[in-house]
């Protein structure tokens, strides 16, 4: 099980600029101050559609709770205290509102008992979330009415995945479980071994043609089937070396992210890497260090760097196509591509949009002055952006 000391946190804050724990509890210990931010002219323009709250966001969980749209065209979001809500993408109008866990509500009867840090994710008219106390809940995306409720023993930081019959949830302490997602049955378990500390962050599930595919705290990809749980394979991708816990950190914390035939994943401490579904045996690798997921888009890989810098590799080779590196030190979101652009969210409350050919700057916003730690969500030409207050709003770029 994942933890730590004050003493540890203190030396997280001071010997690594890019871990989690430094991002949600040191920023103030930075060894490097953010790079200033330049003027440029834009070669994109940013509308803001509209902006939003929801409840407290994130908070200081840790967590990197992002937004998902649904195929009914709504926005589910979860926050720390709570709040569930469903969204009009097009619009900004809230559908339906719950909070979960007040005395006269749904679920358990204690108000300070809910805490959502994972997640939602939606399949159809199903959605889920997990909460900081290893509570699952499955709702209604029509109205929010219950539909199931689960336990597990930890904490649950990362989005479940729904796919194929069966909800995965993947717990701080490694596990992943996999529930009935028609009525919320334990079906299987698998039992992964972590190391006494690790970022702050888990990568999310993702399901494709039947198997669940989880980055892991001791720098691995596992592949297990989604019917039973049995392992299919394990590659590893990041071998952090030294004498101290620290120094041997090695976390797979960023999503991975899939172009429909082969896995993408980089590691702290570690590589990006290419990797066949069936074996997981590394089509390329190349050496980089992230806290972060990766984003696939044309022809190109997008990764940001533990230091803040963020580079394009071919999709194919892995050789490299660009690097920009003037948002150093700015603690940036995982990436997405929205269209030609990559969107990054930085630790000032800055969306960042780069030309996807070469990283150059395209634009730039500002959604508040709390820090963006959860990767903006993309669908079709809006983006939606959320800090860790709970902020978020939608923006559409077109060069």
Known sequence: ??????????????????????????????????????????????????????????GRSGA?????????????????????????????????SRKLGDRKGWLWNRADTLRWSGGPAVDGDLLVVGGLDGQIAALSTQDGSPRWTAQVNSEIISA????????????????????DAATGTSKWLFDQSVPSLSLRGNSAPLILNGIVYDGTDSGRVT???????????????ATGEGRTEVERLSDVDGNL?????????????GQIAALAFDSGRPQWQRDLSSYAGVAVGGDSVVAVDADGNVWAFDRSTGANLWKQDQLKYRWLSAPAIQGSLVVVGDSEGYVHWLTLAEGKFAA??????????????????????EDIRGHFAAYRARQ
Not at 68 to 87: C, F, K, Q, T, W
């Open 64 to 96: 990197r709770m992002a937004p998902v749209v649904g195929a009914d065209g709504r926005l589910y979001v979860a926050a720390v205290d709570g709040v569930i809500e469903a969204i009009d993408a097009g619009t900004g109008r809230t559908v339906w």
């Open 160 to 179: 479940p995945a729904i796919g194929g019959g069966v909800v995965v949830v993947r717990g701080n302490d490694g596990r992943l479980h996999g529930f």
């Open 1 to 58: 099980m994942k933890r730590v000391t004050v003493f540890t946190l203190v030396a997280l804050s001071l010997a690594l600029g890019g871990c989690n724990w430094m991002k949600t509890l040191g920023r103030k210990d930075n060894v490097e101050p953010p790079t200033p931010l330049t003027e440029f002219v834009p070669s994109a323009q940013v509308d803001k559609l509209w902006s939003e709250g929801i409840g407290d966001g994130a």
């Open 364 to 385: 730039r916003e500002r959604l508040g002055k709390q820090p963006i730690e959860a990767p903006p969500v993309v669908s079709g030409d809006t983006v939606f952006v």
């Open 223 to 237: 592949a297990v089937r989604l019917d039973d749980g049995n392992e299919q394979w394990t590659q590893l991708l």
């Open 257 to 269: 992210v899939s172009d429909g035939s082969t896995l993408y994943a980089a590691g702290y401490r």
